[in-house]
Nanobody, 123 residues
Framework: QVQLVESGGGLVQAGGSLRLSCAAS????????MGWYRQAPGKQRELVAV???????NYVDSVKGRFTISRDNAKNTGYLQMNSLKPEDTAVYYC?????????????????WGQGTQVTVSS
């Protein structure tokens, strides 16, 4: 079993910064893509940023130039650096990871999710 634990959320004023972390632990052979999603009250969950195992990144247009996704493969940890935060960034942020596990001599990929961390940006 694999667990993803997020940290780093909180309350910040508009224009401020936060850094979210997502630490994966358990039966991990390797991790392919890692991503950050967010869900604001009354809205659907949306993809914010994704990073591949090779370091390629992609962002939703609304955060380009303000957010940076990164990862430390040695620590099985992903990060989301959020700068110039806006009130509309307020949401619960979730990380996910496509984890490769070795079972019965073969490799299988499973997607795991973190529990979510609240980010609130005041105006």
């Amino acid at each position: 079993q694999v667990q993803l634990v997020e940290s780093g959320g909180g309350l910040v004023q508009a224009g401020g910064s936060l850094r979210l972390s997502c630490a994966a632990s358990g039966r991990i052979f390797s991790i392919n893509a890692m991503g950050w999603y967010r869900q604001a009250p009354g809205k659907q969950r949306e993809l914010v940023a994704v990073i591949t195992s090779g370091g390629s990144t992609n962002y939703v247009d609304s955060v380009k130039g303000r957010f940076t996704i990164s990862r430390d493969n040695a620590k099985n940890t992903g990060y989301l650096q959020m700068n110039s935060l806006k009130p509309e960034d307020t949401a619960v942020y979730y990380c996910n990871a496509d984890v490769v596990e070795e079972r019965y001599g073969s490799e299988f990929q499973f997607r795991y999710w973190g529990q979510g961390t609240q980010v609130t940006v005041s105006s």
